[in-house]
């Protein structure tokens, strides 16, 4: 019996994906709910596998092509599951010899948990993924697993003992020295594309801009920093603190945390907030649902394990849908000001950016001072100039008196 290998339900919203990689080839015996291939969406990376025991006979999609919910991938042979199974388990029993050795790059063991992330990076680098002990949950490989085991090889190599060789010259030509390179765009980054080119095409986009002084923030985790981790197994980041100052300013200015609908205003009175974080493949923005409810060590958690989910490349359709408000935080990468661009249909996006010591005037004097430039991005159509300027002001209020957010909150 010829079983179809289906383009599954990918999550809400998600219709179209990219074929990235088949992590099987055509002839390859696959067990029942192994993974053939992995599908590359605009919001995560998706593996597709076996419904039934069997032989891949047939892949009608190459990698690269674009495929939707429902479309055909390839073929199992499910009539020869039973002697593959045989054949499988008598080539394991039999020892092996020199010519049937491991070599680098072969395909992972059927009980190994590999990251797509990761598996993609063994690909590149030509690593056994058997070779690997993985430290993620369950004992799956992830990114990090690889760059180690890539790094220990390397030291490994640079301390043995090489064959003198004649030495190599280095030539160079016009033609070397003029180099280009082609790459196909990922769906994400066409997705990633697409949406911002509609962000600014489709909305009366403006950015208002004011500077906050991170000095009382900067004291106040200084002083409990240590208590914190020591209670929570956390630290205390900035984030935290403009994400409580932001739904403060949403619930006082609730259209910047509504989207349009045609010719209605539909404003929400939940708050989940999207935290921008800059991913391999472009950006992602993770969302922390109900993110009011939440205290400071419950939204510093949040943010650690989306961290820790987008450098694994584990991030789920779910953890992305959604969110009525976006913070994006430039600053990491050194970003001194910029104008952020709205996360569709959201009508606002906070940016920060980089802490700096500047001189500034307090009670007739000049003091120097951490400050931070903030930016606002708004929709016009339905959030005025004084709104937005209220907004900004009220959350830099906050930040300069933090204790205020136990109050606001």
């Keep these: 019996m010829t079983i179809k290998i289906i383009v599954p339900e990918m999550g809400e919203s998600v ?29 995560v990376n998706l593996e597709v596998g076996a419904k039934s025991a069997g032989v891949l006979a ?48 072969q395909e992972t063991p059927q009980t190994q948990l590999v990251t797509p992330v990761a598996s993609r990076l063994a690909h590149e680098q030509n690593v056994d993924l058997a070779k690997v002990r993985g430290t993620g949950p369950e004992g799956r490989v992830t990114k990090s697993d690889v760059e180690q085991f890539v790094q220990k090889q390397t030291v490994i190599e640079d301390e043995t003992p090489k064959q003198s060789a004649q030495p190599a010259l280095a030539i160079t030509t016009e033609s ?69 100052a932001s739904i403060s300013a949403l619930k006082a200015f609730p259209r910047l945390n509504a989207e349009i609908q045609g010719d209605e205003i539909l404003l929400k009175y939940y708050y989940d907030i999207g935290v921008a974080v800059g991913a391999e493949e472009g950006l992602v923005v993770p969302v922390i649902r109900d ?24 991030l789920s359709v779910e953890d992305l849908r959604g969110g009525t408000f976006t913070i994006t935080n430039g ?47 708004y929709d016009h159509r339905i959030v005025d ?18 204790e205020r957010l136990l109050l606001e909150g």
Excluded at 15 to 43: N, P, R, S
Excluded at 349 to 356: P, T
């Design 58 to 105: 047939k892949i009608t999609v190459p990698e690269g092509q674009d495929v939707k919910v429902g479309d055909v991938l390839g073929l199992i042979n499910e009539e020869i599951k039973q002697s593959a199974s045989q054949l499988a388990i008598s080539s394991v029993a039999s020892p092996p010899d020199d010519h049937s050795a491991p070599k680098a790059n």
């Design 331 to 377: 600053g990491v990468f050194g970003s001194l000001l910029s104008t952020p661009i709205i996360n569709l249909p959201q009508v606002g996006i906070l940016g920060l950016h980089k802490i700096e010591d500047r001189p500034v005037a307090e009670a007739g004097q000049v003091v120097i001072r951490p400050m931070m430039y903030v930016a606002l991005s």
């Design 176 to 244: 070397t020295a003029r180099r280009e390179e082609r790459q196909r765009m990922s769906r994400r980054r066409r997705t990633i594309a697409q949406r911002l080119l509609e962000a600014s095409q489709s909305t009366a986009m403006l950015t208002t801009f004011n500077e906050v002084n991170m000095n009382a923030v900067m004291e106040l985790r200084h002083r409990r920093n240590e208590a914190f981790q020591a209670r929570y197994g956390l630290k205390l980041g900035i984030t935290s603190f403009f994400i409580k």
């Design 15 to 43: 219709i179209e994906a990219t074929v990235h990689q088949w992590l099987k080839k055509e002839g390859d015996f696959v067990q029942a709910g192994e993974a053939l291939v992995e599908l590359e969406t605009d919001k």
């Design 385 to 402: 100039g004084r709104e937005a300027v209220q907004f900004l002001v009220h959350v830099k209020e906050l930040i300069g008196d933090p």
């Design 291 to 314: 993110a009011d409810r939440l205290s400071f060590a419950e939204i510093e958690r949040r943010i650690k394990e989306f961290a820790a989910k987008t450098n694994d490349g584990t």
